[in-house]
């Protein structure tokens, strides 16, 4: 039966009715669902803190935990290797993003920079310190090129190089992937600031290329940087899972001292932990608060140098370490991943034999027996999350472009909150939380933690090619008759098909790299790919840890892939579409 004219109407006004609305509550939505953890978690880790869990039987207020906390043998050292890590790897990653862009902004070589970003953010935090420790360590790739001829080793050197006392490999492992992390987000900002117009400028008036960037580009680019940088900060501070693989052993960072206290089987170490966690926030806090410091002290001295009207600076030798460094990077992270392959499919490696002289399949048996589950969980918590996350971003920006209105500061804000914050401060307390109220762990809590930190991703990925869509296209859309809907799916989801795809094969990324969140909202009881390759961490062998850390490699890759394949397969008759938003 057909419904009468004047009722299908009003069902169609209705539909519109409900769509808006969900447009509307998109932003709201996103903000509770990235606040709210945070804030919720930060206060399940400070009640406890000072003593009051009365599901233990702790039910009085008091500083004895802190007592405990501040006398424990090697805190200082934690503390300090957890400070030094953030502001460190901070500061050279920004300093090395800022020098490879001015030796290669607008030359041929920066097509090539460009590229070879999505590789090197495609590699997991843990596959890429795995494929560092391959290739540094006294037995590691690199010695075995160089040895004998060049070193005159016939044994690995006795010598500590990962896990080094003073977090050297831990730092630079960090250094590896946050690098490609500041280039990604300075490369957005760069046409908004118009980049080339002011090094056009500054070549003219007869700088050379170094200082031209950094007394034009700079000044205007790095106010946008601010907020990735701090989010650099707080995760190298607190890191864990890059942790576990190159940090120092004893001391160990502050953050893996407090997952040690959280998985401790005498449950009173909990109320140790929620401290740790809480200083973990204090010691991220202090790092921000002196890069900011330092930041006005150089922006007072960088003022006066800007004016002073010199011209170069050191252009030949900084240019030569920009050429240098930037294929050294690309270099040493494909030899680490080759290190992964070959110790993975090695049987007999002896050193110094650059390359395995007996091969085997038998470390892939080994991980095919075992793989399915972990392999399982991670496929199908990476897409939940993912696919949730990019819904969530699609809704919100789709009401930016029909309201005309773009989010506040305020939201942008609430987007880097979960990476300003440690992990191990709010996760460990919204553990405490679930317990107490009844939530067991499990995937579904797993998957809705991994959201928390795949949305910011998917949204810094996917947002300025978003907005960069020409408004007319959907103005035409509808001049002809079209609602807002049919014109997001039939004129607007099309033409960001592409950035869509690989904000989605960001997502995946990020969701197949966390660790920490599985472990705890887990409790142990979930194995991925991540956390089956950081358990091996602690055992000696190399050939089963190369296995599982280039599957855990790869999967980010075989999205990338699909990400870029996908496009050109479904507009191989239409090829203007492939560049119709980037």
């Known amino acids: 039966m057909r419904r009468s004219g004047t009722g299908a109407t009003q069902y169609g006004d209705f539909d519109r009715y409900r769509a808006g609305f969900m447009l509307r509550a998109a932003p709201y939505l996103v903000a509770a669902i990235l606040a709210g953890p945070v804030a919720a978690g930060a206060l399940g880790a400070l009640v406890p803190s000072f003593g009051f869990l009365p599901a233990l039987g702790h039910d009085a207020f008091g500083l004895a935990v802190w007592r405990d906390l501040l006398s424990w043998p090697g805190i200082g050292g934690s503390v300090l290797l957890s400070f030094a890590s953030g502001i460190v790897t901070a500061g050279l990653s920004l300093a090395l993003a ?188 202090a790092a921000i608060a002196l890069w900011v410091a330092a930041e006005r002290i150089l922006i007072t001295l960088g003022r006066g140098w800007i004016e002073s009207g010199n011209r170069t600076l050191a252009e030949q030798g900084l240019g030569l370490l920009g050429r240098v460094l930037f294929p050294a990077l690309l270099l ?34 080994s991980v095919g027996d075992t793989a399915s589950g972990p392999l399982g969980a991670t496929i199908w918590i990476a897409l939940a999350a993912t696919g949730l996350s990019l819904a969530l971003v699609l809704a919100m920006l789709e009401n930016e472009r029909r309201t005309g209105r773009r989010a506040g500061r305020a939201l942008e804000l609430v987007f880097y909150l979960p990476l300003l914050v440690p992990q191990i401060g709010f996760l460990f307390g919204l553990v405490l939380l679930a317990e107490l109220i009844g939530i067991a762990p499990g995937g579904g809590l797993v998957a809705a933690g991994h959201v928390i930190f795949v949305l910011p991703y998917v949204y810094l990925t996917l947002s300025e090619s978003y907005r960069r869509l020409d408004p007319a296209w959907s103005r035409l859309a509808r001049t002809l008759g079209h609602s807002e809907s049919r014109v997001f799916w039939k004129v607007t989801l099309p033409m960001v098909f592409t950035p869509t795809l690989a904000a989605f094969a960001v997502g995946l990324a990020v969701s197949i790299g966390q660790y920490l969140v599985t472990r705890l909202l887990g409790a142990g009881r979930l194995d991925t790919v991540t956390t089956e390759a950081i358990a091996l961490a602690a055992g000696g062998d190399r050939r089963l840890i190369g296995a599982w850390a280039l599957t855990q490699a790869v999967l980010p890759v075989l999205g990338f892939a699909l990400a870029l394949a996908a496009p050109r397969l479904l507009w191989r008759h239409r090829r203007g579409m492939l560049g119709a938003v980037q």
């Open 98 to 285: 800022m020098l490879f862009l001015a030796v290669f902004f607008e030359t041929r070589a920066f097509i090539w920079l460009r590229k070879a970003i999505a590789p090197l953010l495609a590699v997991p935090h843990a596959a890429a310190a795995f494929a560092l420790a391959f290739l540094i360590a006294p037995s590691g790739f690199l010695a075995r090129l160089l040895s004998p001829w060049a070193t005159g080793w016939q044994r690995p050197p006795d010598l500590l190089i990962v896990q080094d006392e003073l977090g050297l490999s831990l730092m630079a492992g960090l250094v590896m992937k946050e690098v490609p992390f500041l280039l990604l987000v300075a490369l957005a900002p760069l046409a908004q600031i118009h980049a080339v117009e002011r090094m056009r400028m500054a070549r003219a008036l007869g700088y050379g290329r170094i200082a031209a960037w950094f007394k034009t580009v700079v000044p205007a680019l790095y106010p946008l940087l601010r907020l990735p940088i701090y989010a650099v900060i707080a995760y190298s501070s607190a890191n864990i899972d890059v942790a576990l693989i190159l940090g120092p052993v004893s001391p160990p960072p502050l953050a893996v001292q407090v997952l040690r206290w959280s998985n401790d089987p005498e449950l009173d170490y909990r109320l140790i932990a929620a401290a740790g966690a809480v200083l973990q926030f204090g010691v991220t806090a």
């Open 332 to 365: 040493s992270a494909g030899l680490g991943i080759l290190a992964l392959g070959l110790s993975a499919f090695a049987r007999v490696w002896r050193f110094p034999d650059p390359f395995p002289s007996r091969w085997t399949l038998e470390h892939w048996q």
